[in-house]
């Protein structure tokens, strides 16, 4: 009997001491918890922890840029804001502009002033836009513009109205609406409109009248027609061909240069070749 009680005893103690180490591990994940405290209300919050820390993107290649533009002169900044206001045809702020090609107009007072006082801009006291010499928005309103210049418009004065002036032109051109010269004074072209009132016909006959006609050969004889029919010609070749063959009349020889001589005194600046200087004169 005393060896049975003492096994009862010794399993309820053990029972006692599992269910006491349970409720102590129980107590220790409770108390483990953060617990929430109040924050005052006129404290500043303090930003979470993130999980990971940031990483902050490499921009040095950016800011280099951004640094060579606006160090650059005021000519290359103005060319990179009126390109822009160029190619997009629209307004910008100088924010947007800032933005756009990181030219800091204000920041800038010379850019500034001459963006402002520039002819292709256009500044309404907040915003920068382009301004051409015509204010075109089209093929149509262009045909107008030339059929007000009978003697011709130069293309440089329309070339910038629009971003496709240049291929409307060559639509007029296409369906004989405009002529496009080229002046061989100014080697610039020209632009001319067709009357469709001047078209006259031609007959048949009367073309192949005038390329019957044989037209001389020789600049004199070209020109004797011309005083013939009371034109006064702009060349003399008569009188250009007799000077020329005028004899004695021979261009001046040009007088040749003295080669300067070595002496002792010259200062050498190939001395490591000295077989170059063995016949110094004194």
Known sequence: MDLKDSLSRFKQQQERCQSSLASIAANQALTSKPKHRAQPTNAPSVPARPSQPIKFSNDTERLQHI????????????????????????????????????????????????????????????????????????????????????????????????PTVMEDLQALKAAGQVWLLSNMDSQEDIVYPNDPKAKIKVDDDLKQLFREIELPRDMVDVEKELQKNGIKPMTNTAKRRAAAQIDGVKPKPKPKKKQREITKRTKLTNAHLPELFENLSS
Do not use: C, W
Request: no cysteine.
């Open 67 to 162: 640094n060579s533009i606006r160090k650059s002169p005021v000519g290359a900044q103005m060319k990179l804001v009126i390109e822009l206001l160029y190619k997009t045809r629209q307004a910008f702020t100088a924010e947007q502009i800032n933005e756009a090609t990181y030219v800091d107009i204000h920041g800038n007072k010379a850019v500034f002033d001459n963006l402002r006082n520039n002819p292709k801009v256009h500044y309404d006291g907040r915003r920068f836009s382009y301004k051409s010499k015509y204010d075109l928005k089209g093929k149509d309103q262009l045909l107008v513009l030339i059929r007000k210049f009978a003697e011709g418009l130069a293309v440089v004065e329309v070339k910038d109205a629009y």
